[in-house]
T-cell receptor, first 112, second 110 residues
Framework: DTAVSQTPKYLVTQMGNDKSIKCEQNLGHDTMYWYKQDSKKFLKIMFSYNNKELIINETVPNRFSPKSPDKAHLNLHINSLELGDSAVYFC???????????FGPGTRLLVL | SQQGEEDPQALSIQEGENATMNCSYKTSINNLQWYRQNSGRGLVHLILIRSNEREKHSGRLRVTLDTSKKSSSLLITASRAADTASYFCATVWRDDKIIFGKGTRLHILP
């Protein structure tokens, strides 16, 4: 059973489009995260949710909007996609904010 | 920047040798975590070491933490081809903020 899953795995789209990435964890964790990994492999946290409540909201354009319908899901919606949004987006979860994180396989987004 | 900084950025060693990677950071932390990322995959957790711990082991992995020097090291003994990956340290601050370093790319030569 996959602990943290993301869909889609690959996403190729045109500039200006709106897209969503979904994340689900079956570990019973309270905290979920979204990360962006750029072409240089630098991993930067974007958002953190604890029990459906936004905890961390890093300096991210407001075109990015996370939504947590329940504790096991954290989706990422991106409006008006730009070339610079091309990256790998990782979802992760943990029991608490300071604990080990479990990562999903990543969603490779390419904006043309 | 408060992020952890891994050193070296890249490391190539012969299979069977030991590999050592270092991580330095700038502020007080709650714990420090090491992760591995194979090419095209997500990160996998290796070891979490808390600020009051000095050393932890897991199989062929050994992690040390020196809070006075604000540094940690990851030692992989008897390296194998399967250890080829990028290794990241992540520092967890007192307010639960987590910052990942830029990673060390380890290549094990046959």
């Amino acid at each position: 059973d996959t602990a943290v899953s993301q869909t889609p795995k690959y996403l190729v789209t045109q500039m200006g489009n709106d897209k969503s990435i979904k994340c689900e964890q079956n570990l019973g964790h309270d905290t979920m995260y979204w990360y962006k990994q750029d072409s240089k492999k630098f991993l930067k946290i974007m958002f953190s949710y604890n029990n459906k409540e936004l905890i961390i909201n890093e300096t991210v354009p407001n075109r990015f909007s996370p939504k947590s319908p329940d504790k096991a899901h954290l989706n990422l919606h991106i409006n008006s996609l730009e070339l610079g949004d091309s990256a790998v987006y990782f979802c992760a979860s943990s029991r608490g904010g300071r604990e080990t994180q479990y990562f999903g396989p990543g969603t490779r987004l390419l904006v043309l | 920047s408060q992020q952890g900084e891994e050193d070296p950025q890249a490391l190539s060693i012969q299979e069977g040798e030991n590999a050592t990677m270092n991580c330095s950071y700038k502020t007080s932390i709650n714990n420090l975590q090491w992760y591995r990322q194979n090419s095209g995959r997500g990160l996998v957790h290796l070891i979490l070491i808390r600020s009051n711990e000095r050393e932890k082991h897991s199989g062929r992995l050994r992690v040390t933490l020196d809070t006075s020097k604000k540094s940690s090291s990851l030692l992989i003994t008897a390296s194998r081809a399967a250890d080829t990956a990028s290794y990241f340290c992540a520092t967890v601050w007192r307010d639960d903020k987590i910052i990942f370093g830029k990673g060390t790319r380890l290549h094990i030569l046959p």
